[in-house]
């Protein structure tokens, strides 16, 4: 039989090589079998002129019997490259079942790899719907995009919305966590507007979407005013018709979070709003006198004082 670490190809190519890239699956294994009695590790992990192992070439047939096989000899060569890595191989050409087998023998190696290595294969993956966007990817039921808003990793949340445009772009967006919140609220949670704008550009309803935490709910909370003013700017009509006491604790959390812009509008909408207390049974009244400083040098405060006043005169 030819020597399997033989030079066969002026690219440096071993017979191991060649009958990988011609996805000769009973030829590799008998070549397989006889490494086993003939320096294994140094016949596969044979690279060619640019640095591929033979694992390379059956990555990019995407035979997970040829490289089951060689992973039997050799569990770490997945590891071993100075060429193309072959899960970024795999990955490039849509080989589903071989990225999944690659990247389950990889993982710890490839958290080490750099930024943009990782940056290009999460890519390449979520290009070739291979990671899958709507794929629930922790305990809590969170996918790909939950994980992306919610690390506020905003050229991530790009890439991944502009794959969905082609991929079922209203069930990724609205898939929720085991608590019910979408993606949209993690993106509240952290305040990055382009994030939720990106989600909204596809989406417009998705604020009103929702069984576990309300997205302008969790930005008031967390007192990111931009973001609480471009989501009531998307729900108002929604939100006026609430639950009476959903409506109040909104309002007292902009209270208390100094959001007057979107008390104020909340107020406007709904006069109701002016008899709200928080959980310690203070009023609005009594909230705003604790703060006095926030009514220097700004006009909100006293607009919504005297909307309060108002609201409770014709009350």
């Not at 690219?11 to 070549?31: M, P, S, W, Y």
């Not at 949670?189 to 302008?216: F, Q, R, Y």
């Not at 700017?233 to 309002?251: A, I, N």
Request: aromatic share 6%; hydrophobic share 40%; glycine share 4%.
């Amino acid at each position: 039989m030819t020597g399997i670490q033989r030079i066969i190809t002026k690219k440096k190519e071993t017979t191991l090589h060649i009958a990988a890239a011609a996805n000769q699956e009973k030829f590799v294994r008998n070549l397989l079998r006889t490494m086993i009695y003939n320096n294994p590790y140094e016949n596969l992990t044979a690279v060619n002129e640019i640095g591929n192992t033979a694992l390379t070439y059956a990555a990019a047939t995407g035979n997970v019997n040829i490289a089951m096989a060689m992973l039997e000899i050799n569990s770490d060569l997945p590891n071993l490259h100075s060429g193309v890595k072959p899960l970024c191989m795999a990955a490039s050409l849509g080989h589903r079942k071989m990225v999944q087998l690659l990247y389950s023998r990889t993982k710890e190696v490839v958290r080490e790899w750099k930024e943009d290595e990782q940056d290009d294969l999460f890519i390449t993956c979520i290009e070739g719907d291979l990671y899958g966007i709507q794929r629930i990817i922790t305990k809590k039921k969170e996918t790909t995009l939950h994980i992306a808003a919610a690390a506020n990793q905003e050229k991530f949340v790009r890439n991944l919305l502009r794959t969905m445009i082609y991929n079922n772009p209203y069930e990724n967006l609205t898939a929720v966590n085991e608590i019910g919140n979408t993606a949209l609220t993690y993106a509240a949670a952290t305040g990055n507007v382009n994030i939720a704008m990106a989600m909204l550009e596809i989406n417009s309803d998705l604020p009103n979407l929702h069984s576990g935490v309300k997205p302008l709910c969790m930005a008031a909370s967390l007192g990111h005013r931009k973001m609480v003013q471009l989501l009531y700017s998307r729900t108002k009509e929604v939100v006026r018709e609430w639950k009476e006491d959903e409506q109040d604790d909104l309002f007292i959390t902009c209270i208390e979070g100094d959001l007057y812009g979107v008390a104020l509008e909340m107020l406007e909408d709904n006069p109701n709003l002016a008899t709200a207390r928080n959980k310690d049974g203070e009023t609005v009244l009594q909230l705003l006198a604790c703060n006095p400083s926030a009514f220097v040098g700004e006009t909100q405060p006293c607009e919504l004082l005297l909307l309060f006043f108002s609201c409770e005169l014709f009350d």
